[in-house]
């Protein structure tokens, strides 16, 4: 019996140290494939684009929108009330200055230019004149007819008067004689005087007559309306100006007052692109700036121009200054009144380092870049973005926290996972030279040398481990059998061992 007791204890206790071997093996198994598995992710390549960091010129600009303005624009209006007898223009022609727009009817105008030519005439004949011989403005008065009866009135009454003073001086003549001579002599000196005022007068009248008359055949010409002939012309225009007709107000039997609106007339060619740009850049707009214009109709095409006029003064609402680009329109791309984005240049820069875009990732209010080495090996780099940079999707960099060079690789995808020491697989090269740097570098071999790294140590550990594990199982193999037999421990360590 006590025998029986004593083999039993035994089992027992050799159940027991099996069991807890093999829990502690199957812990310890656990954990170091955790980190294994740990290892094999921290070590797995990472698929991404690349990029060349590039040193190229770059312009740094001032974006801008704003309306695309004509060089002029002109409302034509009537001049004189009368019926539009011919309209010759609709709206999108190209018309030249001096060119006829609208005709009106001419009959009232012609009536009173002929009222006006007799009136010059009646006026003419009261100085002894015909239309053939218009006087000046210096004429001489006394060659009128009036004036010369008057003078000579005047001279004969001058000579009775001398005589017949002489005649009383001699005591030979008769006083009342005298004096009625006398009187005589200032009657005629009146006349003379009555006589030029009025010959002035009727002169005058000639004067007055003149201008009524041009007064009418300017209204008679004010019949026809015609485009006007700018002194303002743009000076480095490439072809000669042109009127555009933008809008049409009158139509043939049409009556149209003084002043009315028949035609809008702009000129499309060079354009004036008026902008409203914000105080903080009024130290870097200078004129003849170059600048680039676009417009929707046309996406990405881009329309050169230059700063032409600079407004001095702030608008104190809005806290912007007014500047204006002037933008070649010879082939009639760009409409008058369109919306347009535009650059202009305030400074280029040919050593410039710059990288794409998308090779950006921002955390925390940085910015940073992955750079591969050989190995293709990201490194983590913070840079600093220089604003209003951008082109083609290029972007300059500066403030760089190690040194980035031409021709340097740039991670242009940065998934989540990409971290400072991770290996890249490059994917999709954009050029031949990439795929040529792809092919070269042995990502590939790195990838096989880690996992067969991975797979070694695992092995190792797996031998070492079942190694020391195996004198117990040879030791106890009868204290297994027991102990499966009582609570199924012994199977539980078999397929631990057998995973390992």
């Known amino acids: 019996m006590r025998t029986l007791l004593r083999v039993g204890l035994t089992t027992a206790i050799s159940a027991c140290f099996v069991a807890a071997i093999a829990a502690g093996l199957s812990g310890c198994s656990t954990r170091e494939e955790t980190s294994v598995e740990r290892g094999d992710r921290r070590s797995a390549p990472i698929a991404a684009t690349v990029a060349r960091v590039e040193r ?24 004189i009330t009368g019926r539009a007898a011919r309209v010759l223009h ?9 060119e006829l727009l609208v005709e009106l009817e001419t009959r009232d105008a012609e009536l009173a230019v002929s009222q006006a030519e007799r009136r010059l005439d009646v006026d003419l004949a009261k100085l002894g004149l015909t239309g053939a011989h218009m006087p000046t403005s210096d004429y ?12 000579l009135a005047l001279d004969r009454a001058r000579q009775t008067l001398a005589r017949e003073r002489s005649l009383v001086e001699r005591k030979a003549g008769n006083i009342e004689i005298f004096q009625n001579a006398e009187n005589d002599e200032k009657v005629a000196r009146a006349k003379l005087e009555s006589a030029t005022l009025i010959a002035r007068a009727d002169l005058a009248n000639v004067f007055a007559s003149k201008a009524a008359l041009d007064v009418a055949k300017e209204k008679l010409a004010d019949t026809r309306i015609f485009v006007p002939r700018p002194t ?7 072809r000669s100006i042109a009127y555009a007709v933008v809008k049409k107000q009158v139509s043939e039997g049409q009556m149209v007052k003084e002043g009315e609106a028949v035609f809008d007339l702009v000129i499309a060619d060079p354009l004036r692109f008026r902008v409203n740009i914000p105080e903080r850049y009024s130290a870097e707009i200078r004129l003849d700036q170059p600048a680039r214009i676009e417009v929707p109709a046309y996406p990405g095409r881009e329309f050169p121009g230059k700063v032409a006029r600079i407004n001095p003064s702030v608008d104190s609402a809005s806290r912007t200054f007014q500047v204006e680009i002037l933008v070649d329109n010879a082939r009639d791309a760009l409409r008058p009144g369109g919306f347009a984005k535009g650059r202009i240049v305030v400074e280029s820069d040919a050593k410039a380092v710059v990288v794409p875009v998308a090779a950006l990732a921002g955390f925390a209010g940085s910015m940073k870049i992955f750079v591969l080495n050989n190995k293709n090996i990201a490194k983590e780099i913070h840079v600093e973005t220089v604003p209003r940079t951008e082109r ?3 972007i300059e960099i500066r403030g760089m926290s190690e040194p980035v060079g031409e021709g340097d690789l740039v991670v242009t995808s940065t998934p989540a996972s990409l971290a400072d020491g991770a290996i890249v697989t490059i994917r999709s090269p954009a050029s031949a030279d990439e795929a040529t740097i792809s092919t070269d570098k042995p990502v590939s071999n790195s990838t096989d040398k880690a996992a067969s790294i991975s797979r070694d140590k695992s092995a190792s550990i797996s ?3 079942a190694e020391s594990i195996a004198p117990a ?18 199977s539980i360590d078999a397929n631990r061992r057998s995973s390992l």
């Open 140 to 151: 001489d008065v006394g060659k009128t007819p009036t004036v010369e009866e008057a003078r």
């Open 90 to 98: 609709d709206i999108g022609d190209q018309v030249a200055p001096g």
């Open 232 to 238: 303002n012309v743009p000076t480095k225009s490439t």
């Open 463 to 465: 031998t070492e481990k």
């Open 392 to 394: 083609d999707g290029m």
């Open 56 to 79: 190229r010129d770059v312009e740094r600009v001032v974006e801008v929108v704003g309306t695309l303005h004509g060089w002029e624009r002109v409302t034509i209006g009537a001049k």
């Open 473 to 490: 199982d040879r030791g106890s193999s009868r204290s297994a059998e027991a102990a499966r037999r009582e609570g199924g421990s012994g």
